[in-house]
């Protein structure tokens, strides 16, 4: 296992609360994982690791595994998984509704053989703590939720942090100062992601504006559509996004000879002349480790009371390649900034911070932790646009 791994390995040992497993003998990923059938657990549930007794590895999506976006990211993951773990089964659903449905669609897995769920919409997660409940002999890893159970937790990762520098890009891009940014809901992480992107575009522009669309929807390419026509035809010449499908947006900017910023995953492909860069998620490595742990009975610890947040630092999230039109020089100011932020000199959100109001939200000399990002329920100065109540 090399260095990353090794780091990611022992982030996730600290990171979830206690499932008791008191199976030692299994596997390294990429071999089979031993399994004698199943032990007594403290609480007297039987624990039967996944593998060669038909259990199986379960994941669910909120949209399809080739939408360019979020869904994408996780489903390469959960393909990591399935390469590391040859001879385990791997279950897998596409577009599974925030809903009751969700419970049905994870008790079926359970029915199936899953000793090991990975919800990975944010609004998958009430359904999951729901289900666990009734399950504690299996494990839950849900994706950006902030809420936990003693056999639940919760993973996400800073992607803030490439947001900023897609902003910085941008920001350095844009001849107009007038950047659009297509979002989905106004919960803490889409408003997040809004403010990194500003304050980066902030940072080497002082007089830019974001100007901020919500759909309503994780992915409503109609209504993608209207918002990227309509911001651009008010003046901007850069869109960004927090959507959950991201083909939309990327392609109606470039059929209008606009730059964009993707989000999820590079979709440099669909935009060969306007793409800046954009943020993504690395989860395969963390996706293994997460299902490692569980097999090996480590499903323990807490860190954040639960939560596990992987940053730029630990490779879990990732600021794309440039596109081919990005000068060299402006490459290398933002990579530059990346490494800042890498080191621990940059941190986008360090004090003073103002809202939309002029109210400082983040007082000057203050670094705020995870926990305190993840309560965002404000947009920074420069954006334009209020938050739907």
């Known amino acids: 296992m090399n260095n990353n791994r090794k780091a990611l390995s022992k982030g996730i040992l600290l990171c979830f609360l206690t499932i008791s497993m008191l199976l030692s003998a299994c596997s390294q990923p990429g071999a089979a994982p031993a399994s004698s059938g199943g032990a007594a657990a403290a609480n007297g549930t039987e624990v039967v690791v996944p593998g060669k007794d038909g259990s199986a590895i379960g994941f669910i999506f909120v949209g399809t595994k080739d939408d360019h976006g979020y869904n994408q990211a996780a489903y390469i993951g959960s393909e990591a998984v399935a390469e590391a773990y040859p001879d385990m089964k791997v279950l897998r659903a596409e577009n599974v509704p925030e809903t009751a449905e969700a419970e049905r669609v994870m008790e079926q897995m359970i029915k199936d053989g899953a000793k090991i769920i990975f919800p990975t919409s944010y609004g998958h997660l009430e359904p999951s703590l729901n289900v ?152 395969s490595d963390l996706f293994v480790d997460m299902a490692k742990t569980a097999i090996e009975g480590n499903f323990k610890g807490s860190m954040y009371d639960g939560k596990y947040r992987g940053m730029l630092k630990d490779n879990v999230v990732q600021l794309t390649d440039f596109g081919a039109n990005v000068p060299d020089e402006v490459q290398q100011y933002v990579l530059e900034q990346k490494q800042a932020m890498m080191d621990g000199t940059l941190h986008p959100f360090a004090g003073p911070i103002k809202d939309q109001s002029g109210t400082i939200q983040i007082e000057e000399g203050t670094t705020p932790d995870a926990d305190t990002l993840e309560a965002t329920d404000y947009l920074v100065e420069g954006v334009v646009g209020s938050i739907p109540k």
Not at 175 to 195: A, D, M, R, T, Y
Not at 202 to 229: H, K, L, M, Y
Not at 258 to 283: E, I, K
Request: with cysteine.
């Open 132 to 283: 666990a409940k009734r399950h504690p002999d299996v494990a839950f890893f849900h994706q950006g939720g902030l809420k936990t159970a003693e056999n639940l937790g919760t993973y996400f990762g800073t992607i803030w942090e490439p947001n900023y520098l897609a902003g910085v890009t941008a920001g350095k891009m844009s001849e107009s100062g007038k950047l659009g940014f297509i979002v989905s809901v106004p919960i803490p992480q889409v408003l997040l992601n809004v403010n990194a992107f500003q304050l980066g575009a902030r940072s080497v522009n002082p007089e830019a504006t974001t100007s901020v669309v919500f759909t309503g929807s994780w992915c409503d390419p109609g209504q993608q559509a209207n918002a990227a026509n309509s911001l651009i035809d008010s003046g901007v010449d850069v869109l960004g996004q927090h959507q959950d499908c991201t083909k939309t947006v990327i392609e109606t900017a470039e059929r209008r000879g606009m730059m964009s910023v993707g989000y999820h995953t590079d979709a440099s492909s669909l935009a060969p002349q306007g793409w800046l860069t954009g943020s993504m998620w690395n989860w």
